[in-house]
């Protein structure tokens, strides 16, 4: 079945620096990359859609400039998360498709812990 | 636009009985739902889906869930419960066409032994 990794899957930096997290499709190109957060004992939330080679939709709510999504290639896509602060700790995940009527698949998740 | 609610965000059962998790959405056009399990500090595992055709689906570990379209309903059932089958559960809708997820709120099935 088709797998997708993240990568860390714990990261804790401090207030003030920023922190990428790498999404991969291990065995298929994936067209469509979803990124997705979760805060404790509460569903997912996604927070933006990002196509290979074109900029990434936000949804209503999540700061573009302080959540920076790049989708480079059809394998990866990187959520960066800058100047972050102690709010910004949460659960991010990954999920990736091949595209419009193909299933998603998600990723294992990292979490983030900003002290 | 679409949505999901899971009635019930703690449901405890005891080791053999009878799971029931409870999923109703709302969709403007014909969904795709699924039923994903979450396991402490992990990603999701998707353990059904339905899409079309069969509105009984039957999914991993012996969980099944019915697609009801009049009372917009995809309640998650397993006849015996396992101590492994404690974790949240979570119900998700997409447009049809996989894109889009709309996540519950989740249930936390606690299994007593």
């Known amino acids: 079945g088709a797998v997708v990794s993240q990568h860390p899957s714990r990261v804790i930096c401090k207030s003030g620096t920023s922190v990428k997290i790498e999404c991969r499709s291990l065995?298929?190109?994936?067209?469509?990359m979803f990124w997705y957060r979760q805060f404790p004992k509460q569903s997912l939330m996604l927070m933006a859609t990002?196509?290979?080679?074109?900029?990434?939709?936000?949804e209503q709510g999540v700061e573009k400039d302080k959540f920076l999504i790049n989708h480079a290639s059809l394998t990866l896509s990187t959520l960066t998360v800058t100047s972050a602060h102690p709010e910004d700790s949460s659960f991010y995940i990954c999920?990736?498709?091949?595209?419009?009527?193909?299933?998603?698949?998600f990723g294992p998740g990292t979490r983030l812990t900003v002290t | 636009a679409q949505s999901v609610t899971q009635l019930g965000s703690h449901v405890s059962v005891s080791e053999g009985a009878l799971v029931l998790l409870r999923c109703n959405y709302s969709?403007?056009?014909?969904?795709?739902l699924f039923w994903y399990v979450q396991y402490p500090n992990q990603g999701l595992q998707l353990l059904l889906k339905?899409?079309?055709?069969?509105?009984l689906v039957k999914g991993i570990n012996g969980f099944e869930a019915e697609f009801k379209k009049s009372e917009t309903s995809f309640h998650l059932t397993k006849p015996s419960a396992h101590m492994s089958d404690a974790a949240e559960y979570f119900c998700?809708?997409?447009?049809?066409?996989?894109?889009?997820?709309?996540f519950g709120s989740g249930t936390k099935l606690n299994v007593k032994p």
């Open positions: 999920s990736a498709t091949g595209g419009p009527g193909y299933e998603q698949y």
């Open positions: 065995d298929f190109q994936a067209t469509t």
């Open positions: 990002s196509n290979e080679g074109s900029k990434a939709t936000y």
């Open positions: 969709s403007s056009v014909p969904p795709y």
């Open positions: 339905y899409t079309t055709g069969a509105t």
């Open positions: 998700a809708v997409s447009e049809g066409n996989f894109n889009k997820f709309y």
